[in-house]
């Protein structure tokens, strides 16, 4: 049972213009959000985090928003760079029970930035 | 600091065969993980440890086991080799399972091919 869900397996955007990637999330002992870059033949490279006690983190060209009752986040990146071409992951860490601190990773997103 | 490595990189098994697939971080991080994602999939947890001597099963332990004898290595053996445990293997690391100091870092992973 997936319990963080990025339904779009990829996104292609013109450098210069938003990327907006999405995720969406069923467990409500989530607490915790990140997003997770990937290069191919590489692991995983932190990217932004989100506490579920605020609804918006700003990294530079990079924006989280979160909303909670809707239980979704989206990531922003303004403007895209063809360097940002790589697979995003969200994920979420409960804040209860044993499985604290464990991430719960979505499937990812390509996502491509074309010249 | 070379962060977290992995070895091998990459490695083709036969059905009924064992290897371990290890695994080092400099980090002087107390937190390590397993994680295994198989094509289109998110990262599933196999193994974590919270510190040298002390391990627990994530979501998919079966066929695979731990151990964390120092502080810095974490590997992960595999028994008997199915073709179900071809997949792409990270390890990571955190300096704590408390959620705003849980960025993990990852391992380059190791993709395994089971035959």
């Known amino acids: 049972d997936q319990q963080v869900k990025q339904n779009s397996p990829s996104l292609s955007v013109q450098e210069g213009r938003i990327s907006i990637l999405n995720c969406d999330y069923t467990?409500?002992?989530?607490?915790?959000f990140l997003w997770y870059k990937k290069y191919p033949a590489e692991g995983p490279t932190f990217l932004i985090s989100?506490?579920?006690?605020?609804d918006k983190n700003e990294d530079g060209r990079f924006t989280v928003f979160l909303n909670k009752s809707a239980k979704h986040l989206s990531l922003h990146i303004v403007p895209s760079q063809p360097g940002d071409s790589a697979v995003y992951f969200c994920?979420?860490?409960?804040?209860?029970?044993?499985?604290?601190?464990?991430?719960?990773f979505g499937r990812g997103t390509q996502l491509t930035v074309w010249p | 600091n070379a962060g977290v490595t992995q070895t091998p990189k990459f490695r083709i098994l036969k059905i009924g065969q064992s290897m371990t697939l290890q695994c080092t971080q400099d980090?002087?991080?107390?937190?390590m993980y397993w994680y295994r994602q198989d094509p289109g999939m998110g990262l599933k947890l196999i193994y974590y440890?919270?510190?040298?001597?002390?391990?627990d099963k994530g979501e998919v332990p079966n066929g695979y086991n731990v151990s964390r004898s120092t502080t810095e290595d974490f590997p992960l053996r595999l028994e008997l080799a199915a073709p179900s445990q071809t997949s792409v293997y990270f390890c990571?690391?955190?300096?704590?399972?408390?959620?705003?100091?849980?960025?993990?870092?990852f391992g380059p992973g190791t993709r395994l091919t089971v035959l």
């Open positions: 980090m002087n991080h107390n937190y």
């Open positions: 989100i506490s579920s006690i605020k």
């Open positions: 467990n409500s002992m989530f607490d915790y």
């Open positions: 994920a979420a860490i409960p804040d209860r029970g044993s499985t604290l601190g464990r991430l719960y």
């Open positions: 990571a690391s955190s300096y704590s399972l408390q959620l705003k100091d849980n960025e993990q870092f």
């Open positions: 440890s919270v510190g040298a001597g002390i391990t």
